[in-house]
């Protein structure tokens, strides 16, 4: 894997527009946003800011949860140009680069905060890779690690895109079912900041499996009692233990604290 | 029956309160919100005048009743405001809506030159209002027209209403530029009348001499005279509409008017808002005049050579727009219980074909005379950049960048970038247009979406692009033309 060079940026943003190789970065202001070997990049207008709610916790494996998460959890913002977004000491928002990217098959890509910004306490992405085929705007997680407020205003070149090339042929498509060129993934064409994604059509049903086990997880019976489900009920209603493989007659409070799956 | 006393100073009461509630609902907006300046300055106008009558309301004399009704409407236009946050309107297509109405009025001083504020509306249309005479409606005779003109301190406010239906509908947003056209033919009222003068002026002489011998004939001479008005309005509006935004408000005109008669030319004698021409008319008044038979031989062209799997379901798009017959004319006059309803009806249907040749030399002389008033038009968009434009659509990619040669580009127009996206969209609508090859095929509103998103990042992207550009010429890499 090799970091492409500013030359070879160059030559795949002018390659025709049919080419696999040919990358975009649209639109840069200026050509000194390609430097030796990244892409400096935008913040873009688009923000999320999430919400302080009624919601405990954030769950990704609690499906109906988690499609309503949007409305409930998250706060869609357009900054105008010229306005300014204080992001305070420790806050975390969603932004949006300016430009969009598309990368070609053969080229993977990572977007980190320029120093200037680093040094000033500013992460711009803490889910750092953009995958091969990727089309679309990329969301940045901001994050004040400092003890200052800072002030962002659309437009500042706060990240950088570092492309990398991978052992693929541009030509060739993988052969795994659902990796084609360009891929159509999680987030479709995303222009704006974009809340997390869990379960979208088809996709996440894992997550289910590793949750909690509950009637309210809109499972249609529950799942048969556990050895240590069933002593907690037990206990509860007053009933004596059965006897049951690894049941003891004080619940095993590590085990109920952690949680562990049923073997 | 007038309220009794007791009753008017209950009603006297009430109005109190709901001024009071009004301007609260006004103060607590947060303007941040707001899509443009122009909302904020029509907010506290508003604001000023309620707390104005706030004032007077304790030594009111006259019918509460109307002071009511008319508190009740202004705080239907308060709600309008409110929801008129940014949220629902996208700033990408107002940054470039006011770039369009400020080249429009360039000419006009800036401390007197008319605004432009933008709410939604329920209703499935796009309206541009006079505010200082909204205002002046709702709070006359309440206040003196001295206190609500001065209000406005020598401003000129338009109100423009934008259908909430079609909020992601971007291409329909071309419209836009139609009822920006009103707001032209307002400032340059004199020149339009000598044009309708020019084409009309002996049609109604000899009609007036016509109409002398019958019953009411001047009443029915002077409905004529305002319905052609009407009619030359409309044509204007067009065309302003099409020097703006090019074709895409020849799709986003046939669009708002689907399912209704494409050759009834509407006459209201009550409602002139609701005069116009046949949609037929109008598409082939703009398709001889404005060039978009150049630009469809462009287009089809250049689709041919660099996307020819969309060359047909795209190009065909302006082609199968409505077409107009003559004798297919049909005149609609409303409302049906008009008294003067089948005379207006029988003189225009027996005068249909000079009323359409004036209407097309009325709009001809419109397409000659607005470049050389309005100095500072965009030069039309081509149809071989659209095509490139409606490529990057196709490839999934903001329709933002003309190719150069440079990677840098040269920045679209709001014109161009509407009409590749209008062609798109209605290709789409069509399902004539298949899935790009190696990709799987999405589901309309999905396709539809994505279209959406990828114009609106165009129309915020190419802005600030030319934007920067105006402040850093340095870095351009194209000569702007």
Redesign the interface.
């Known amino acids: 894997m090799s970091v492409l060079s500013r030359a070879e940026i ?1 030559r795949r ?2 390659a025709d ?1 049919a080419s696999p190789e040919r990358l ?1 970065v ?6 000194a946003q390609i430097g030796p070997a990244s892409i400096d990049v935008r913040l873009g ?1 688009s923000i999320i800011v999430p919400k302080k709610t009624y919601v405990d916790s954030h769950d990704p494996t609690d499906r109906k949860a988690v499609l309503q998460a949007e409305s409930s959890l998250y706060e ?1 913002i ?1 900054l ?2 010229n ?1 300014k977004f204080v992001l305070h000491p420790n806050e975390v928002i969603l932004g949006v680069t ?3 990217v ?1 990368t070609p098959a053969d080229v993977f890509c990572m977007i980190v905060s320029r120093s200037s910004w680093g040094r000033m306490g500013l992460v711009i992405a803490t889910a750092t890779i953009v995958q091969p085929g990727f ?1 679309g ?1 990329l969301t940045l997680e901001l994050t004040n690690m400092s003890d200052s407020p800072i002030a962002l205003y659309p ?1 500042l070149p706060v990240g950088q895109l570092v492309l990398m090339k991978t052992s693929t042929d541009a030509s060739k ?1 993988d052969s795994s079912s659902d990796l ?3 891929r ?1 993934g999680r987030y ?5 900041a974009e809340p997390p994604r869990f379960f979208p059509s088809g996709k996440d049903n894992e997550l289910e499996f590793w949750g909690a086990q509950t009637e309210s997880k809109g499972q249609d019976k529950p799942m048969a009692p556990t050895p240590e489900l069933d002593l907690r009920r037990r206990k509860r209603r007053g009933r004596p233990n059965t006897g049951l493989a690894g049941e003891t007659s004080e619940p095993d409070r590590k085990t109920e604290a952690s949680g562990t799956p049923p073997s | 029956m007038d309220p009794s006393e007791a009753d008017s100073a209950l009603i006297l009461s009430k109005c109190e309160d709901l001024a009071a509630q009004l301007v609260v609902r006004l103060a607590r907006i947060d303007h941040r919100t707001f899509p443009s300046p122009a909302t904020s300055a029509a907010a506290d106008i508003l604001s000023t005048l309620l707390q104005r009558l706030q004032e007077t309301i304790p030594t009111y004399k006259s019918n509460f009743a109307v002071l009511y009704t008319q508190l009740a409407r202004t705080a239907k236009l308060v709600s309008e405001i409110e929801e008129s946050a940014a949220s629902w309107i996208p700033l990408p297509l107002v940054a470039n809506c006011d770039s369009s109405w400020k080249n429009l009025f360039r000419s006009v001083e800036e401390s007197v030159r008319p605004r432009v504020f933008y709410t939604v509306t329920e209703h499935h249309n796009f309206s541009l209002e006079d505010f200082n005479a909204e205002l002046g409606h709702l709070f006359e005779p309440l206040l003196t027209a001295e206190e609500i003109d001065k209000s406005f301190l020598g401003g000129k406010i338009w109100h423009l209403k934008l259908p909430k239906f079609e909020g992601s509908n971007i291409p329909l947003f071309a419209n836009v530029s139609h009822e920006y056209g009103h707001a032209v033919f307002k400032a340059n009222e004199r020149m339009v009348q000598e044009l309708i003068d020019e084409t009309f002026g002996s049609f109604l002489t000899g009609l007036e001499k016509e109409l002398a011998r019958e019953l009411e004939g001047t009443a029915i001479h002077k409905f004529i005279s305002d319905t052609l008005k009407d009619f030359c309005g409309e044509l204007f509006d067009d065309a302003i509409a099409t020097f703006l935004v090019g074709p895409a408000f020849l799709v986003a005109l046939s669009e708002m008017e689907w399912g209704a008669d494409a050759d009834a030319w509407h006459v209201s004698l009550q409602s002139r808002e609701q005069t116009h021409p046949s949609v037929a008319f109008r598409v082939d008044v703009i398709t001889r005049e404005s060039g978009v038979v150049t630009f469809q031989t462009e287009l089809n062209t250049t689709l041919k050579a660099i996307v020819p799997d969309v060359n047909d379901s795209i190009g065909s798009v302006l082609s199968a727009l409505p077409g107009h017959e003559q004798n297919k004319v049909q005149f609609v006059v409303s409302p049906s219980r008009h008294v003067r309803r089948a005379d207006v009806s029988r003189v225009l249907t027996k005068h249909r074909v000079v009323i359409q040749h004036g209407c097309r030399a009325f709009a001809k002389l419109c397409y000659q005379k607005i470049p050389k008033v309005i100095v500072d038009l965009d030069k039309p968009s081509k149809g071989g950049d659209v095509a490139q434009l409606v490529r990057r659509i196709r490839l999934g990619l903001p329709p933002n960048i003309f190719p150069t040669g440079h990677y840098l580009g040269k920045p679209a127009g709001l014109g161009a970038i509407l009409t590749a996206s209008a062609l798109y969209r209605r290709a789409l609508l069509s399902r004539n247009l298949k899935a790009p090859e190696g990709e799987p095929l999405v589901p309309l509103p999905e396709a539809l979406a994505r279209v959406d998103r990828l114009t609106l990042k165009a129309l915020e992207v190419s802005y600030v692009q030319s934007r920067f550009y105006k402040a850093f010429p340095e870095h351009s890499t194209h000569v702007s033309t």
Do not use: H, K, N
């Open positions: 160059i943003m002018q527009p975009y649209t639109p840069l202001l200026m050509d207008s869609r357009r105008p140009y306005s300016f430009e969009y598309v089309r705007c437009g498509r084609t060129y360009p159509v479709d064409c995303p222009t704006e």
